[in-house]
């Protein structure tokens, strides 16, 4: 799947909000953009990647290239690292941004990041990710905030290398007070399986209500993929 880096919200100057900026590429050879772009490149608050009050933060800026070698993140939030290694080429993910993974609702990052409880700091403070999706408009992203020292599971079915369309991404990690389950793909946006998450280790319960969650074809393949994953 191809990382689609720009951050798809629409701003009180009714304009779209870019940063890398590989999604409105895709999209410029079917029509041109009939917004203004707002770059936000030059947003400080929005760079860095740090332990912070016992939580790693991401700028929302930083790309997913980062994101997949920076030596902090491989340490606290390895989960992250494995799915930014699966979109798209080098080309992409070093342009593509977090926070642009997550303003286009169907990133390959976000399923990890539900999975790993992320919050998200914006202009009007900090708020669980999952919330942040629920809206109908992502607001400006500044950062993203994990708890570390989590295991995780990851998998995505369909890569692009092999000429396969992204089917379903899924992860699952390993909470204090139980699992977390998440699933997303091309077409698909991203959700926490909480129904599945009370019924672990019921596998085949599990796997029934992964299938119901999601729904259709995309269903099934997630529920084989991430139940043989946990289980593993």
């Known amino acids: 799947m191809a990382a689609r880096s720009h951050m798809v ?3 009180p100057l009714a304009g779209v909000i870019i940063a890398g900026g590989t999604a409105l590429q895709l999209a410029w050879g079917q029509a041109a953009p009939n917004e203004a772009l707002i770059d936000i490149t030059g947003v400080d608050a929005a760079r860095g990647i740090g332990v912070v009050g016992g939580m790693l ?10 994101c997949r070698t920076h030596s902090l993140v491989r340490a606290h939030a390895p989960l992250l690292g494995q799915a930014c290694s699966v979109i798209g080429a080098l080309g992409v993910r070093t342009l593509a941004t977090l926070g642009g993974n997550i303003g286009w609702r169907q990133g390959d990052t976000i ?3 539900l999975a790993l409880d992320a919050l998200v ?4 403070g900090i708020r669980p990710l999952e919330d942040i999706l629920a809206e109908p408009t992502i607001p400006l992203l500044l950062g ?3 708890p ?6 990851f998998e995505k079915v369909g890569y692009r290398a092999a000429f396969s369309p992204s089917v ?3 992860a699952g990690c390993l ?4 699992p977390r389950l998440a699933a997303g793909g091309s077409g698909l946006p991203a959700l926490r399986l909480r129904s599945a998450e009370a019924l672990v280790p019921d596998w085949p319960a599990v796997a029934d209500a992964i299938a119901a969650g999601i729904g259709g074809e995309r269903g099934t393949i997630a529920a084989r993929v991430l139940t043989g994953l946990l289980r593993a």
Do not use: K, M, S
């Not at 700091?121 to 009007?124: G, L, N, P, S, V």
């Not at 909470?175 to 139980?178: M, V």
């Open 144 to 146: 993203v905030l994990l």
């Open 9 to 11: 919200v629409t701003t």
């Open 121 to 124: 700091e914006t202009e009007d």
């Open 57 to 66: 933060r991401i700028g929302a800026l930083e790309t997913l290239e980062t």
């Open 168 to 170: 379903v991404t899924v």
């Open 111 to 113: 399923p990890a990041l």
């Open 175 to 178: 909470a204090p007070d139980g």
């Open 148 to 153: 570390t020292g989590r295991a995780g599971v």
